[in-house]
């Protein structure tokens, strides 16, 4: 929600006091106005990808979780492939 108010521009009070109340740290203030923003500018929502990764090992085996912006100049995730005997597609 903060990139939707991010869009209405860095004069705007209400985004401003949005950003700097959930940011932590300042430097990310520019960097929400000035990269983010203009890169979401013409999409109307949807701003992030979530990808499930393979639980944690260890004692609680938690679900993990990786969420990454779209539009982002990193490679894309690729989702790990599941190879087993227990998969659907292989019995």
Do not use: C
Request: net charge positive.
């Amino acid at each position: 929600q903060l990139i939707d108010y991010a869009k209405r521009g860095d004069k705007d009070e209400r985004a401003m006091r949005m950003a700097d109340f959930w940011l932590t740290e300042k430097d990310l203030i520019h960097k929400l106005f000035k990269v983010l923003a203009p890169r979401f500018q013409p999409h109307p929502g949807s701003y992030t990808r979530m990808l499930q990764i393979p639980n944690r090992d260890g004692l609680d085996r938690a679900k993990m979780a990786v969420i990454e912006l779209k539009g982002n100049p990193l490679p894309p995730l690729v989702r790990p492939r599941r190879d087993s005997d227990k998969t659907p597609l292989n019995q």
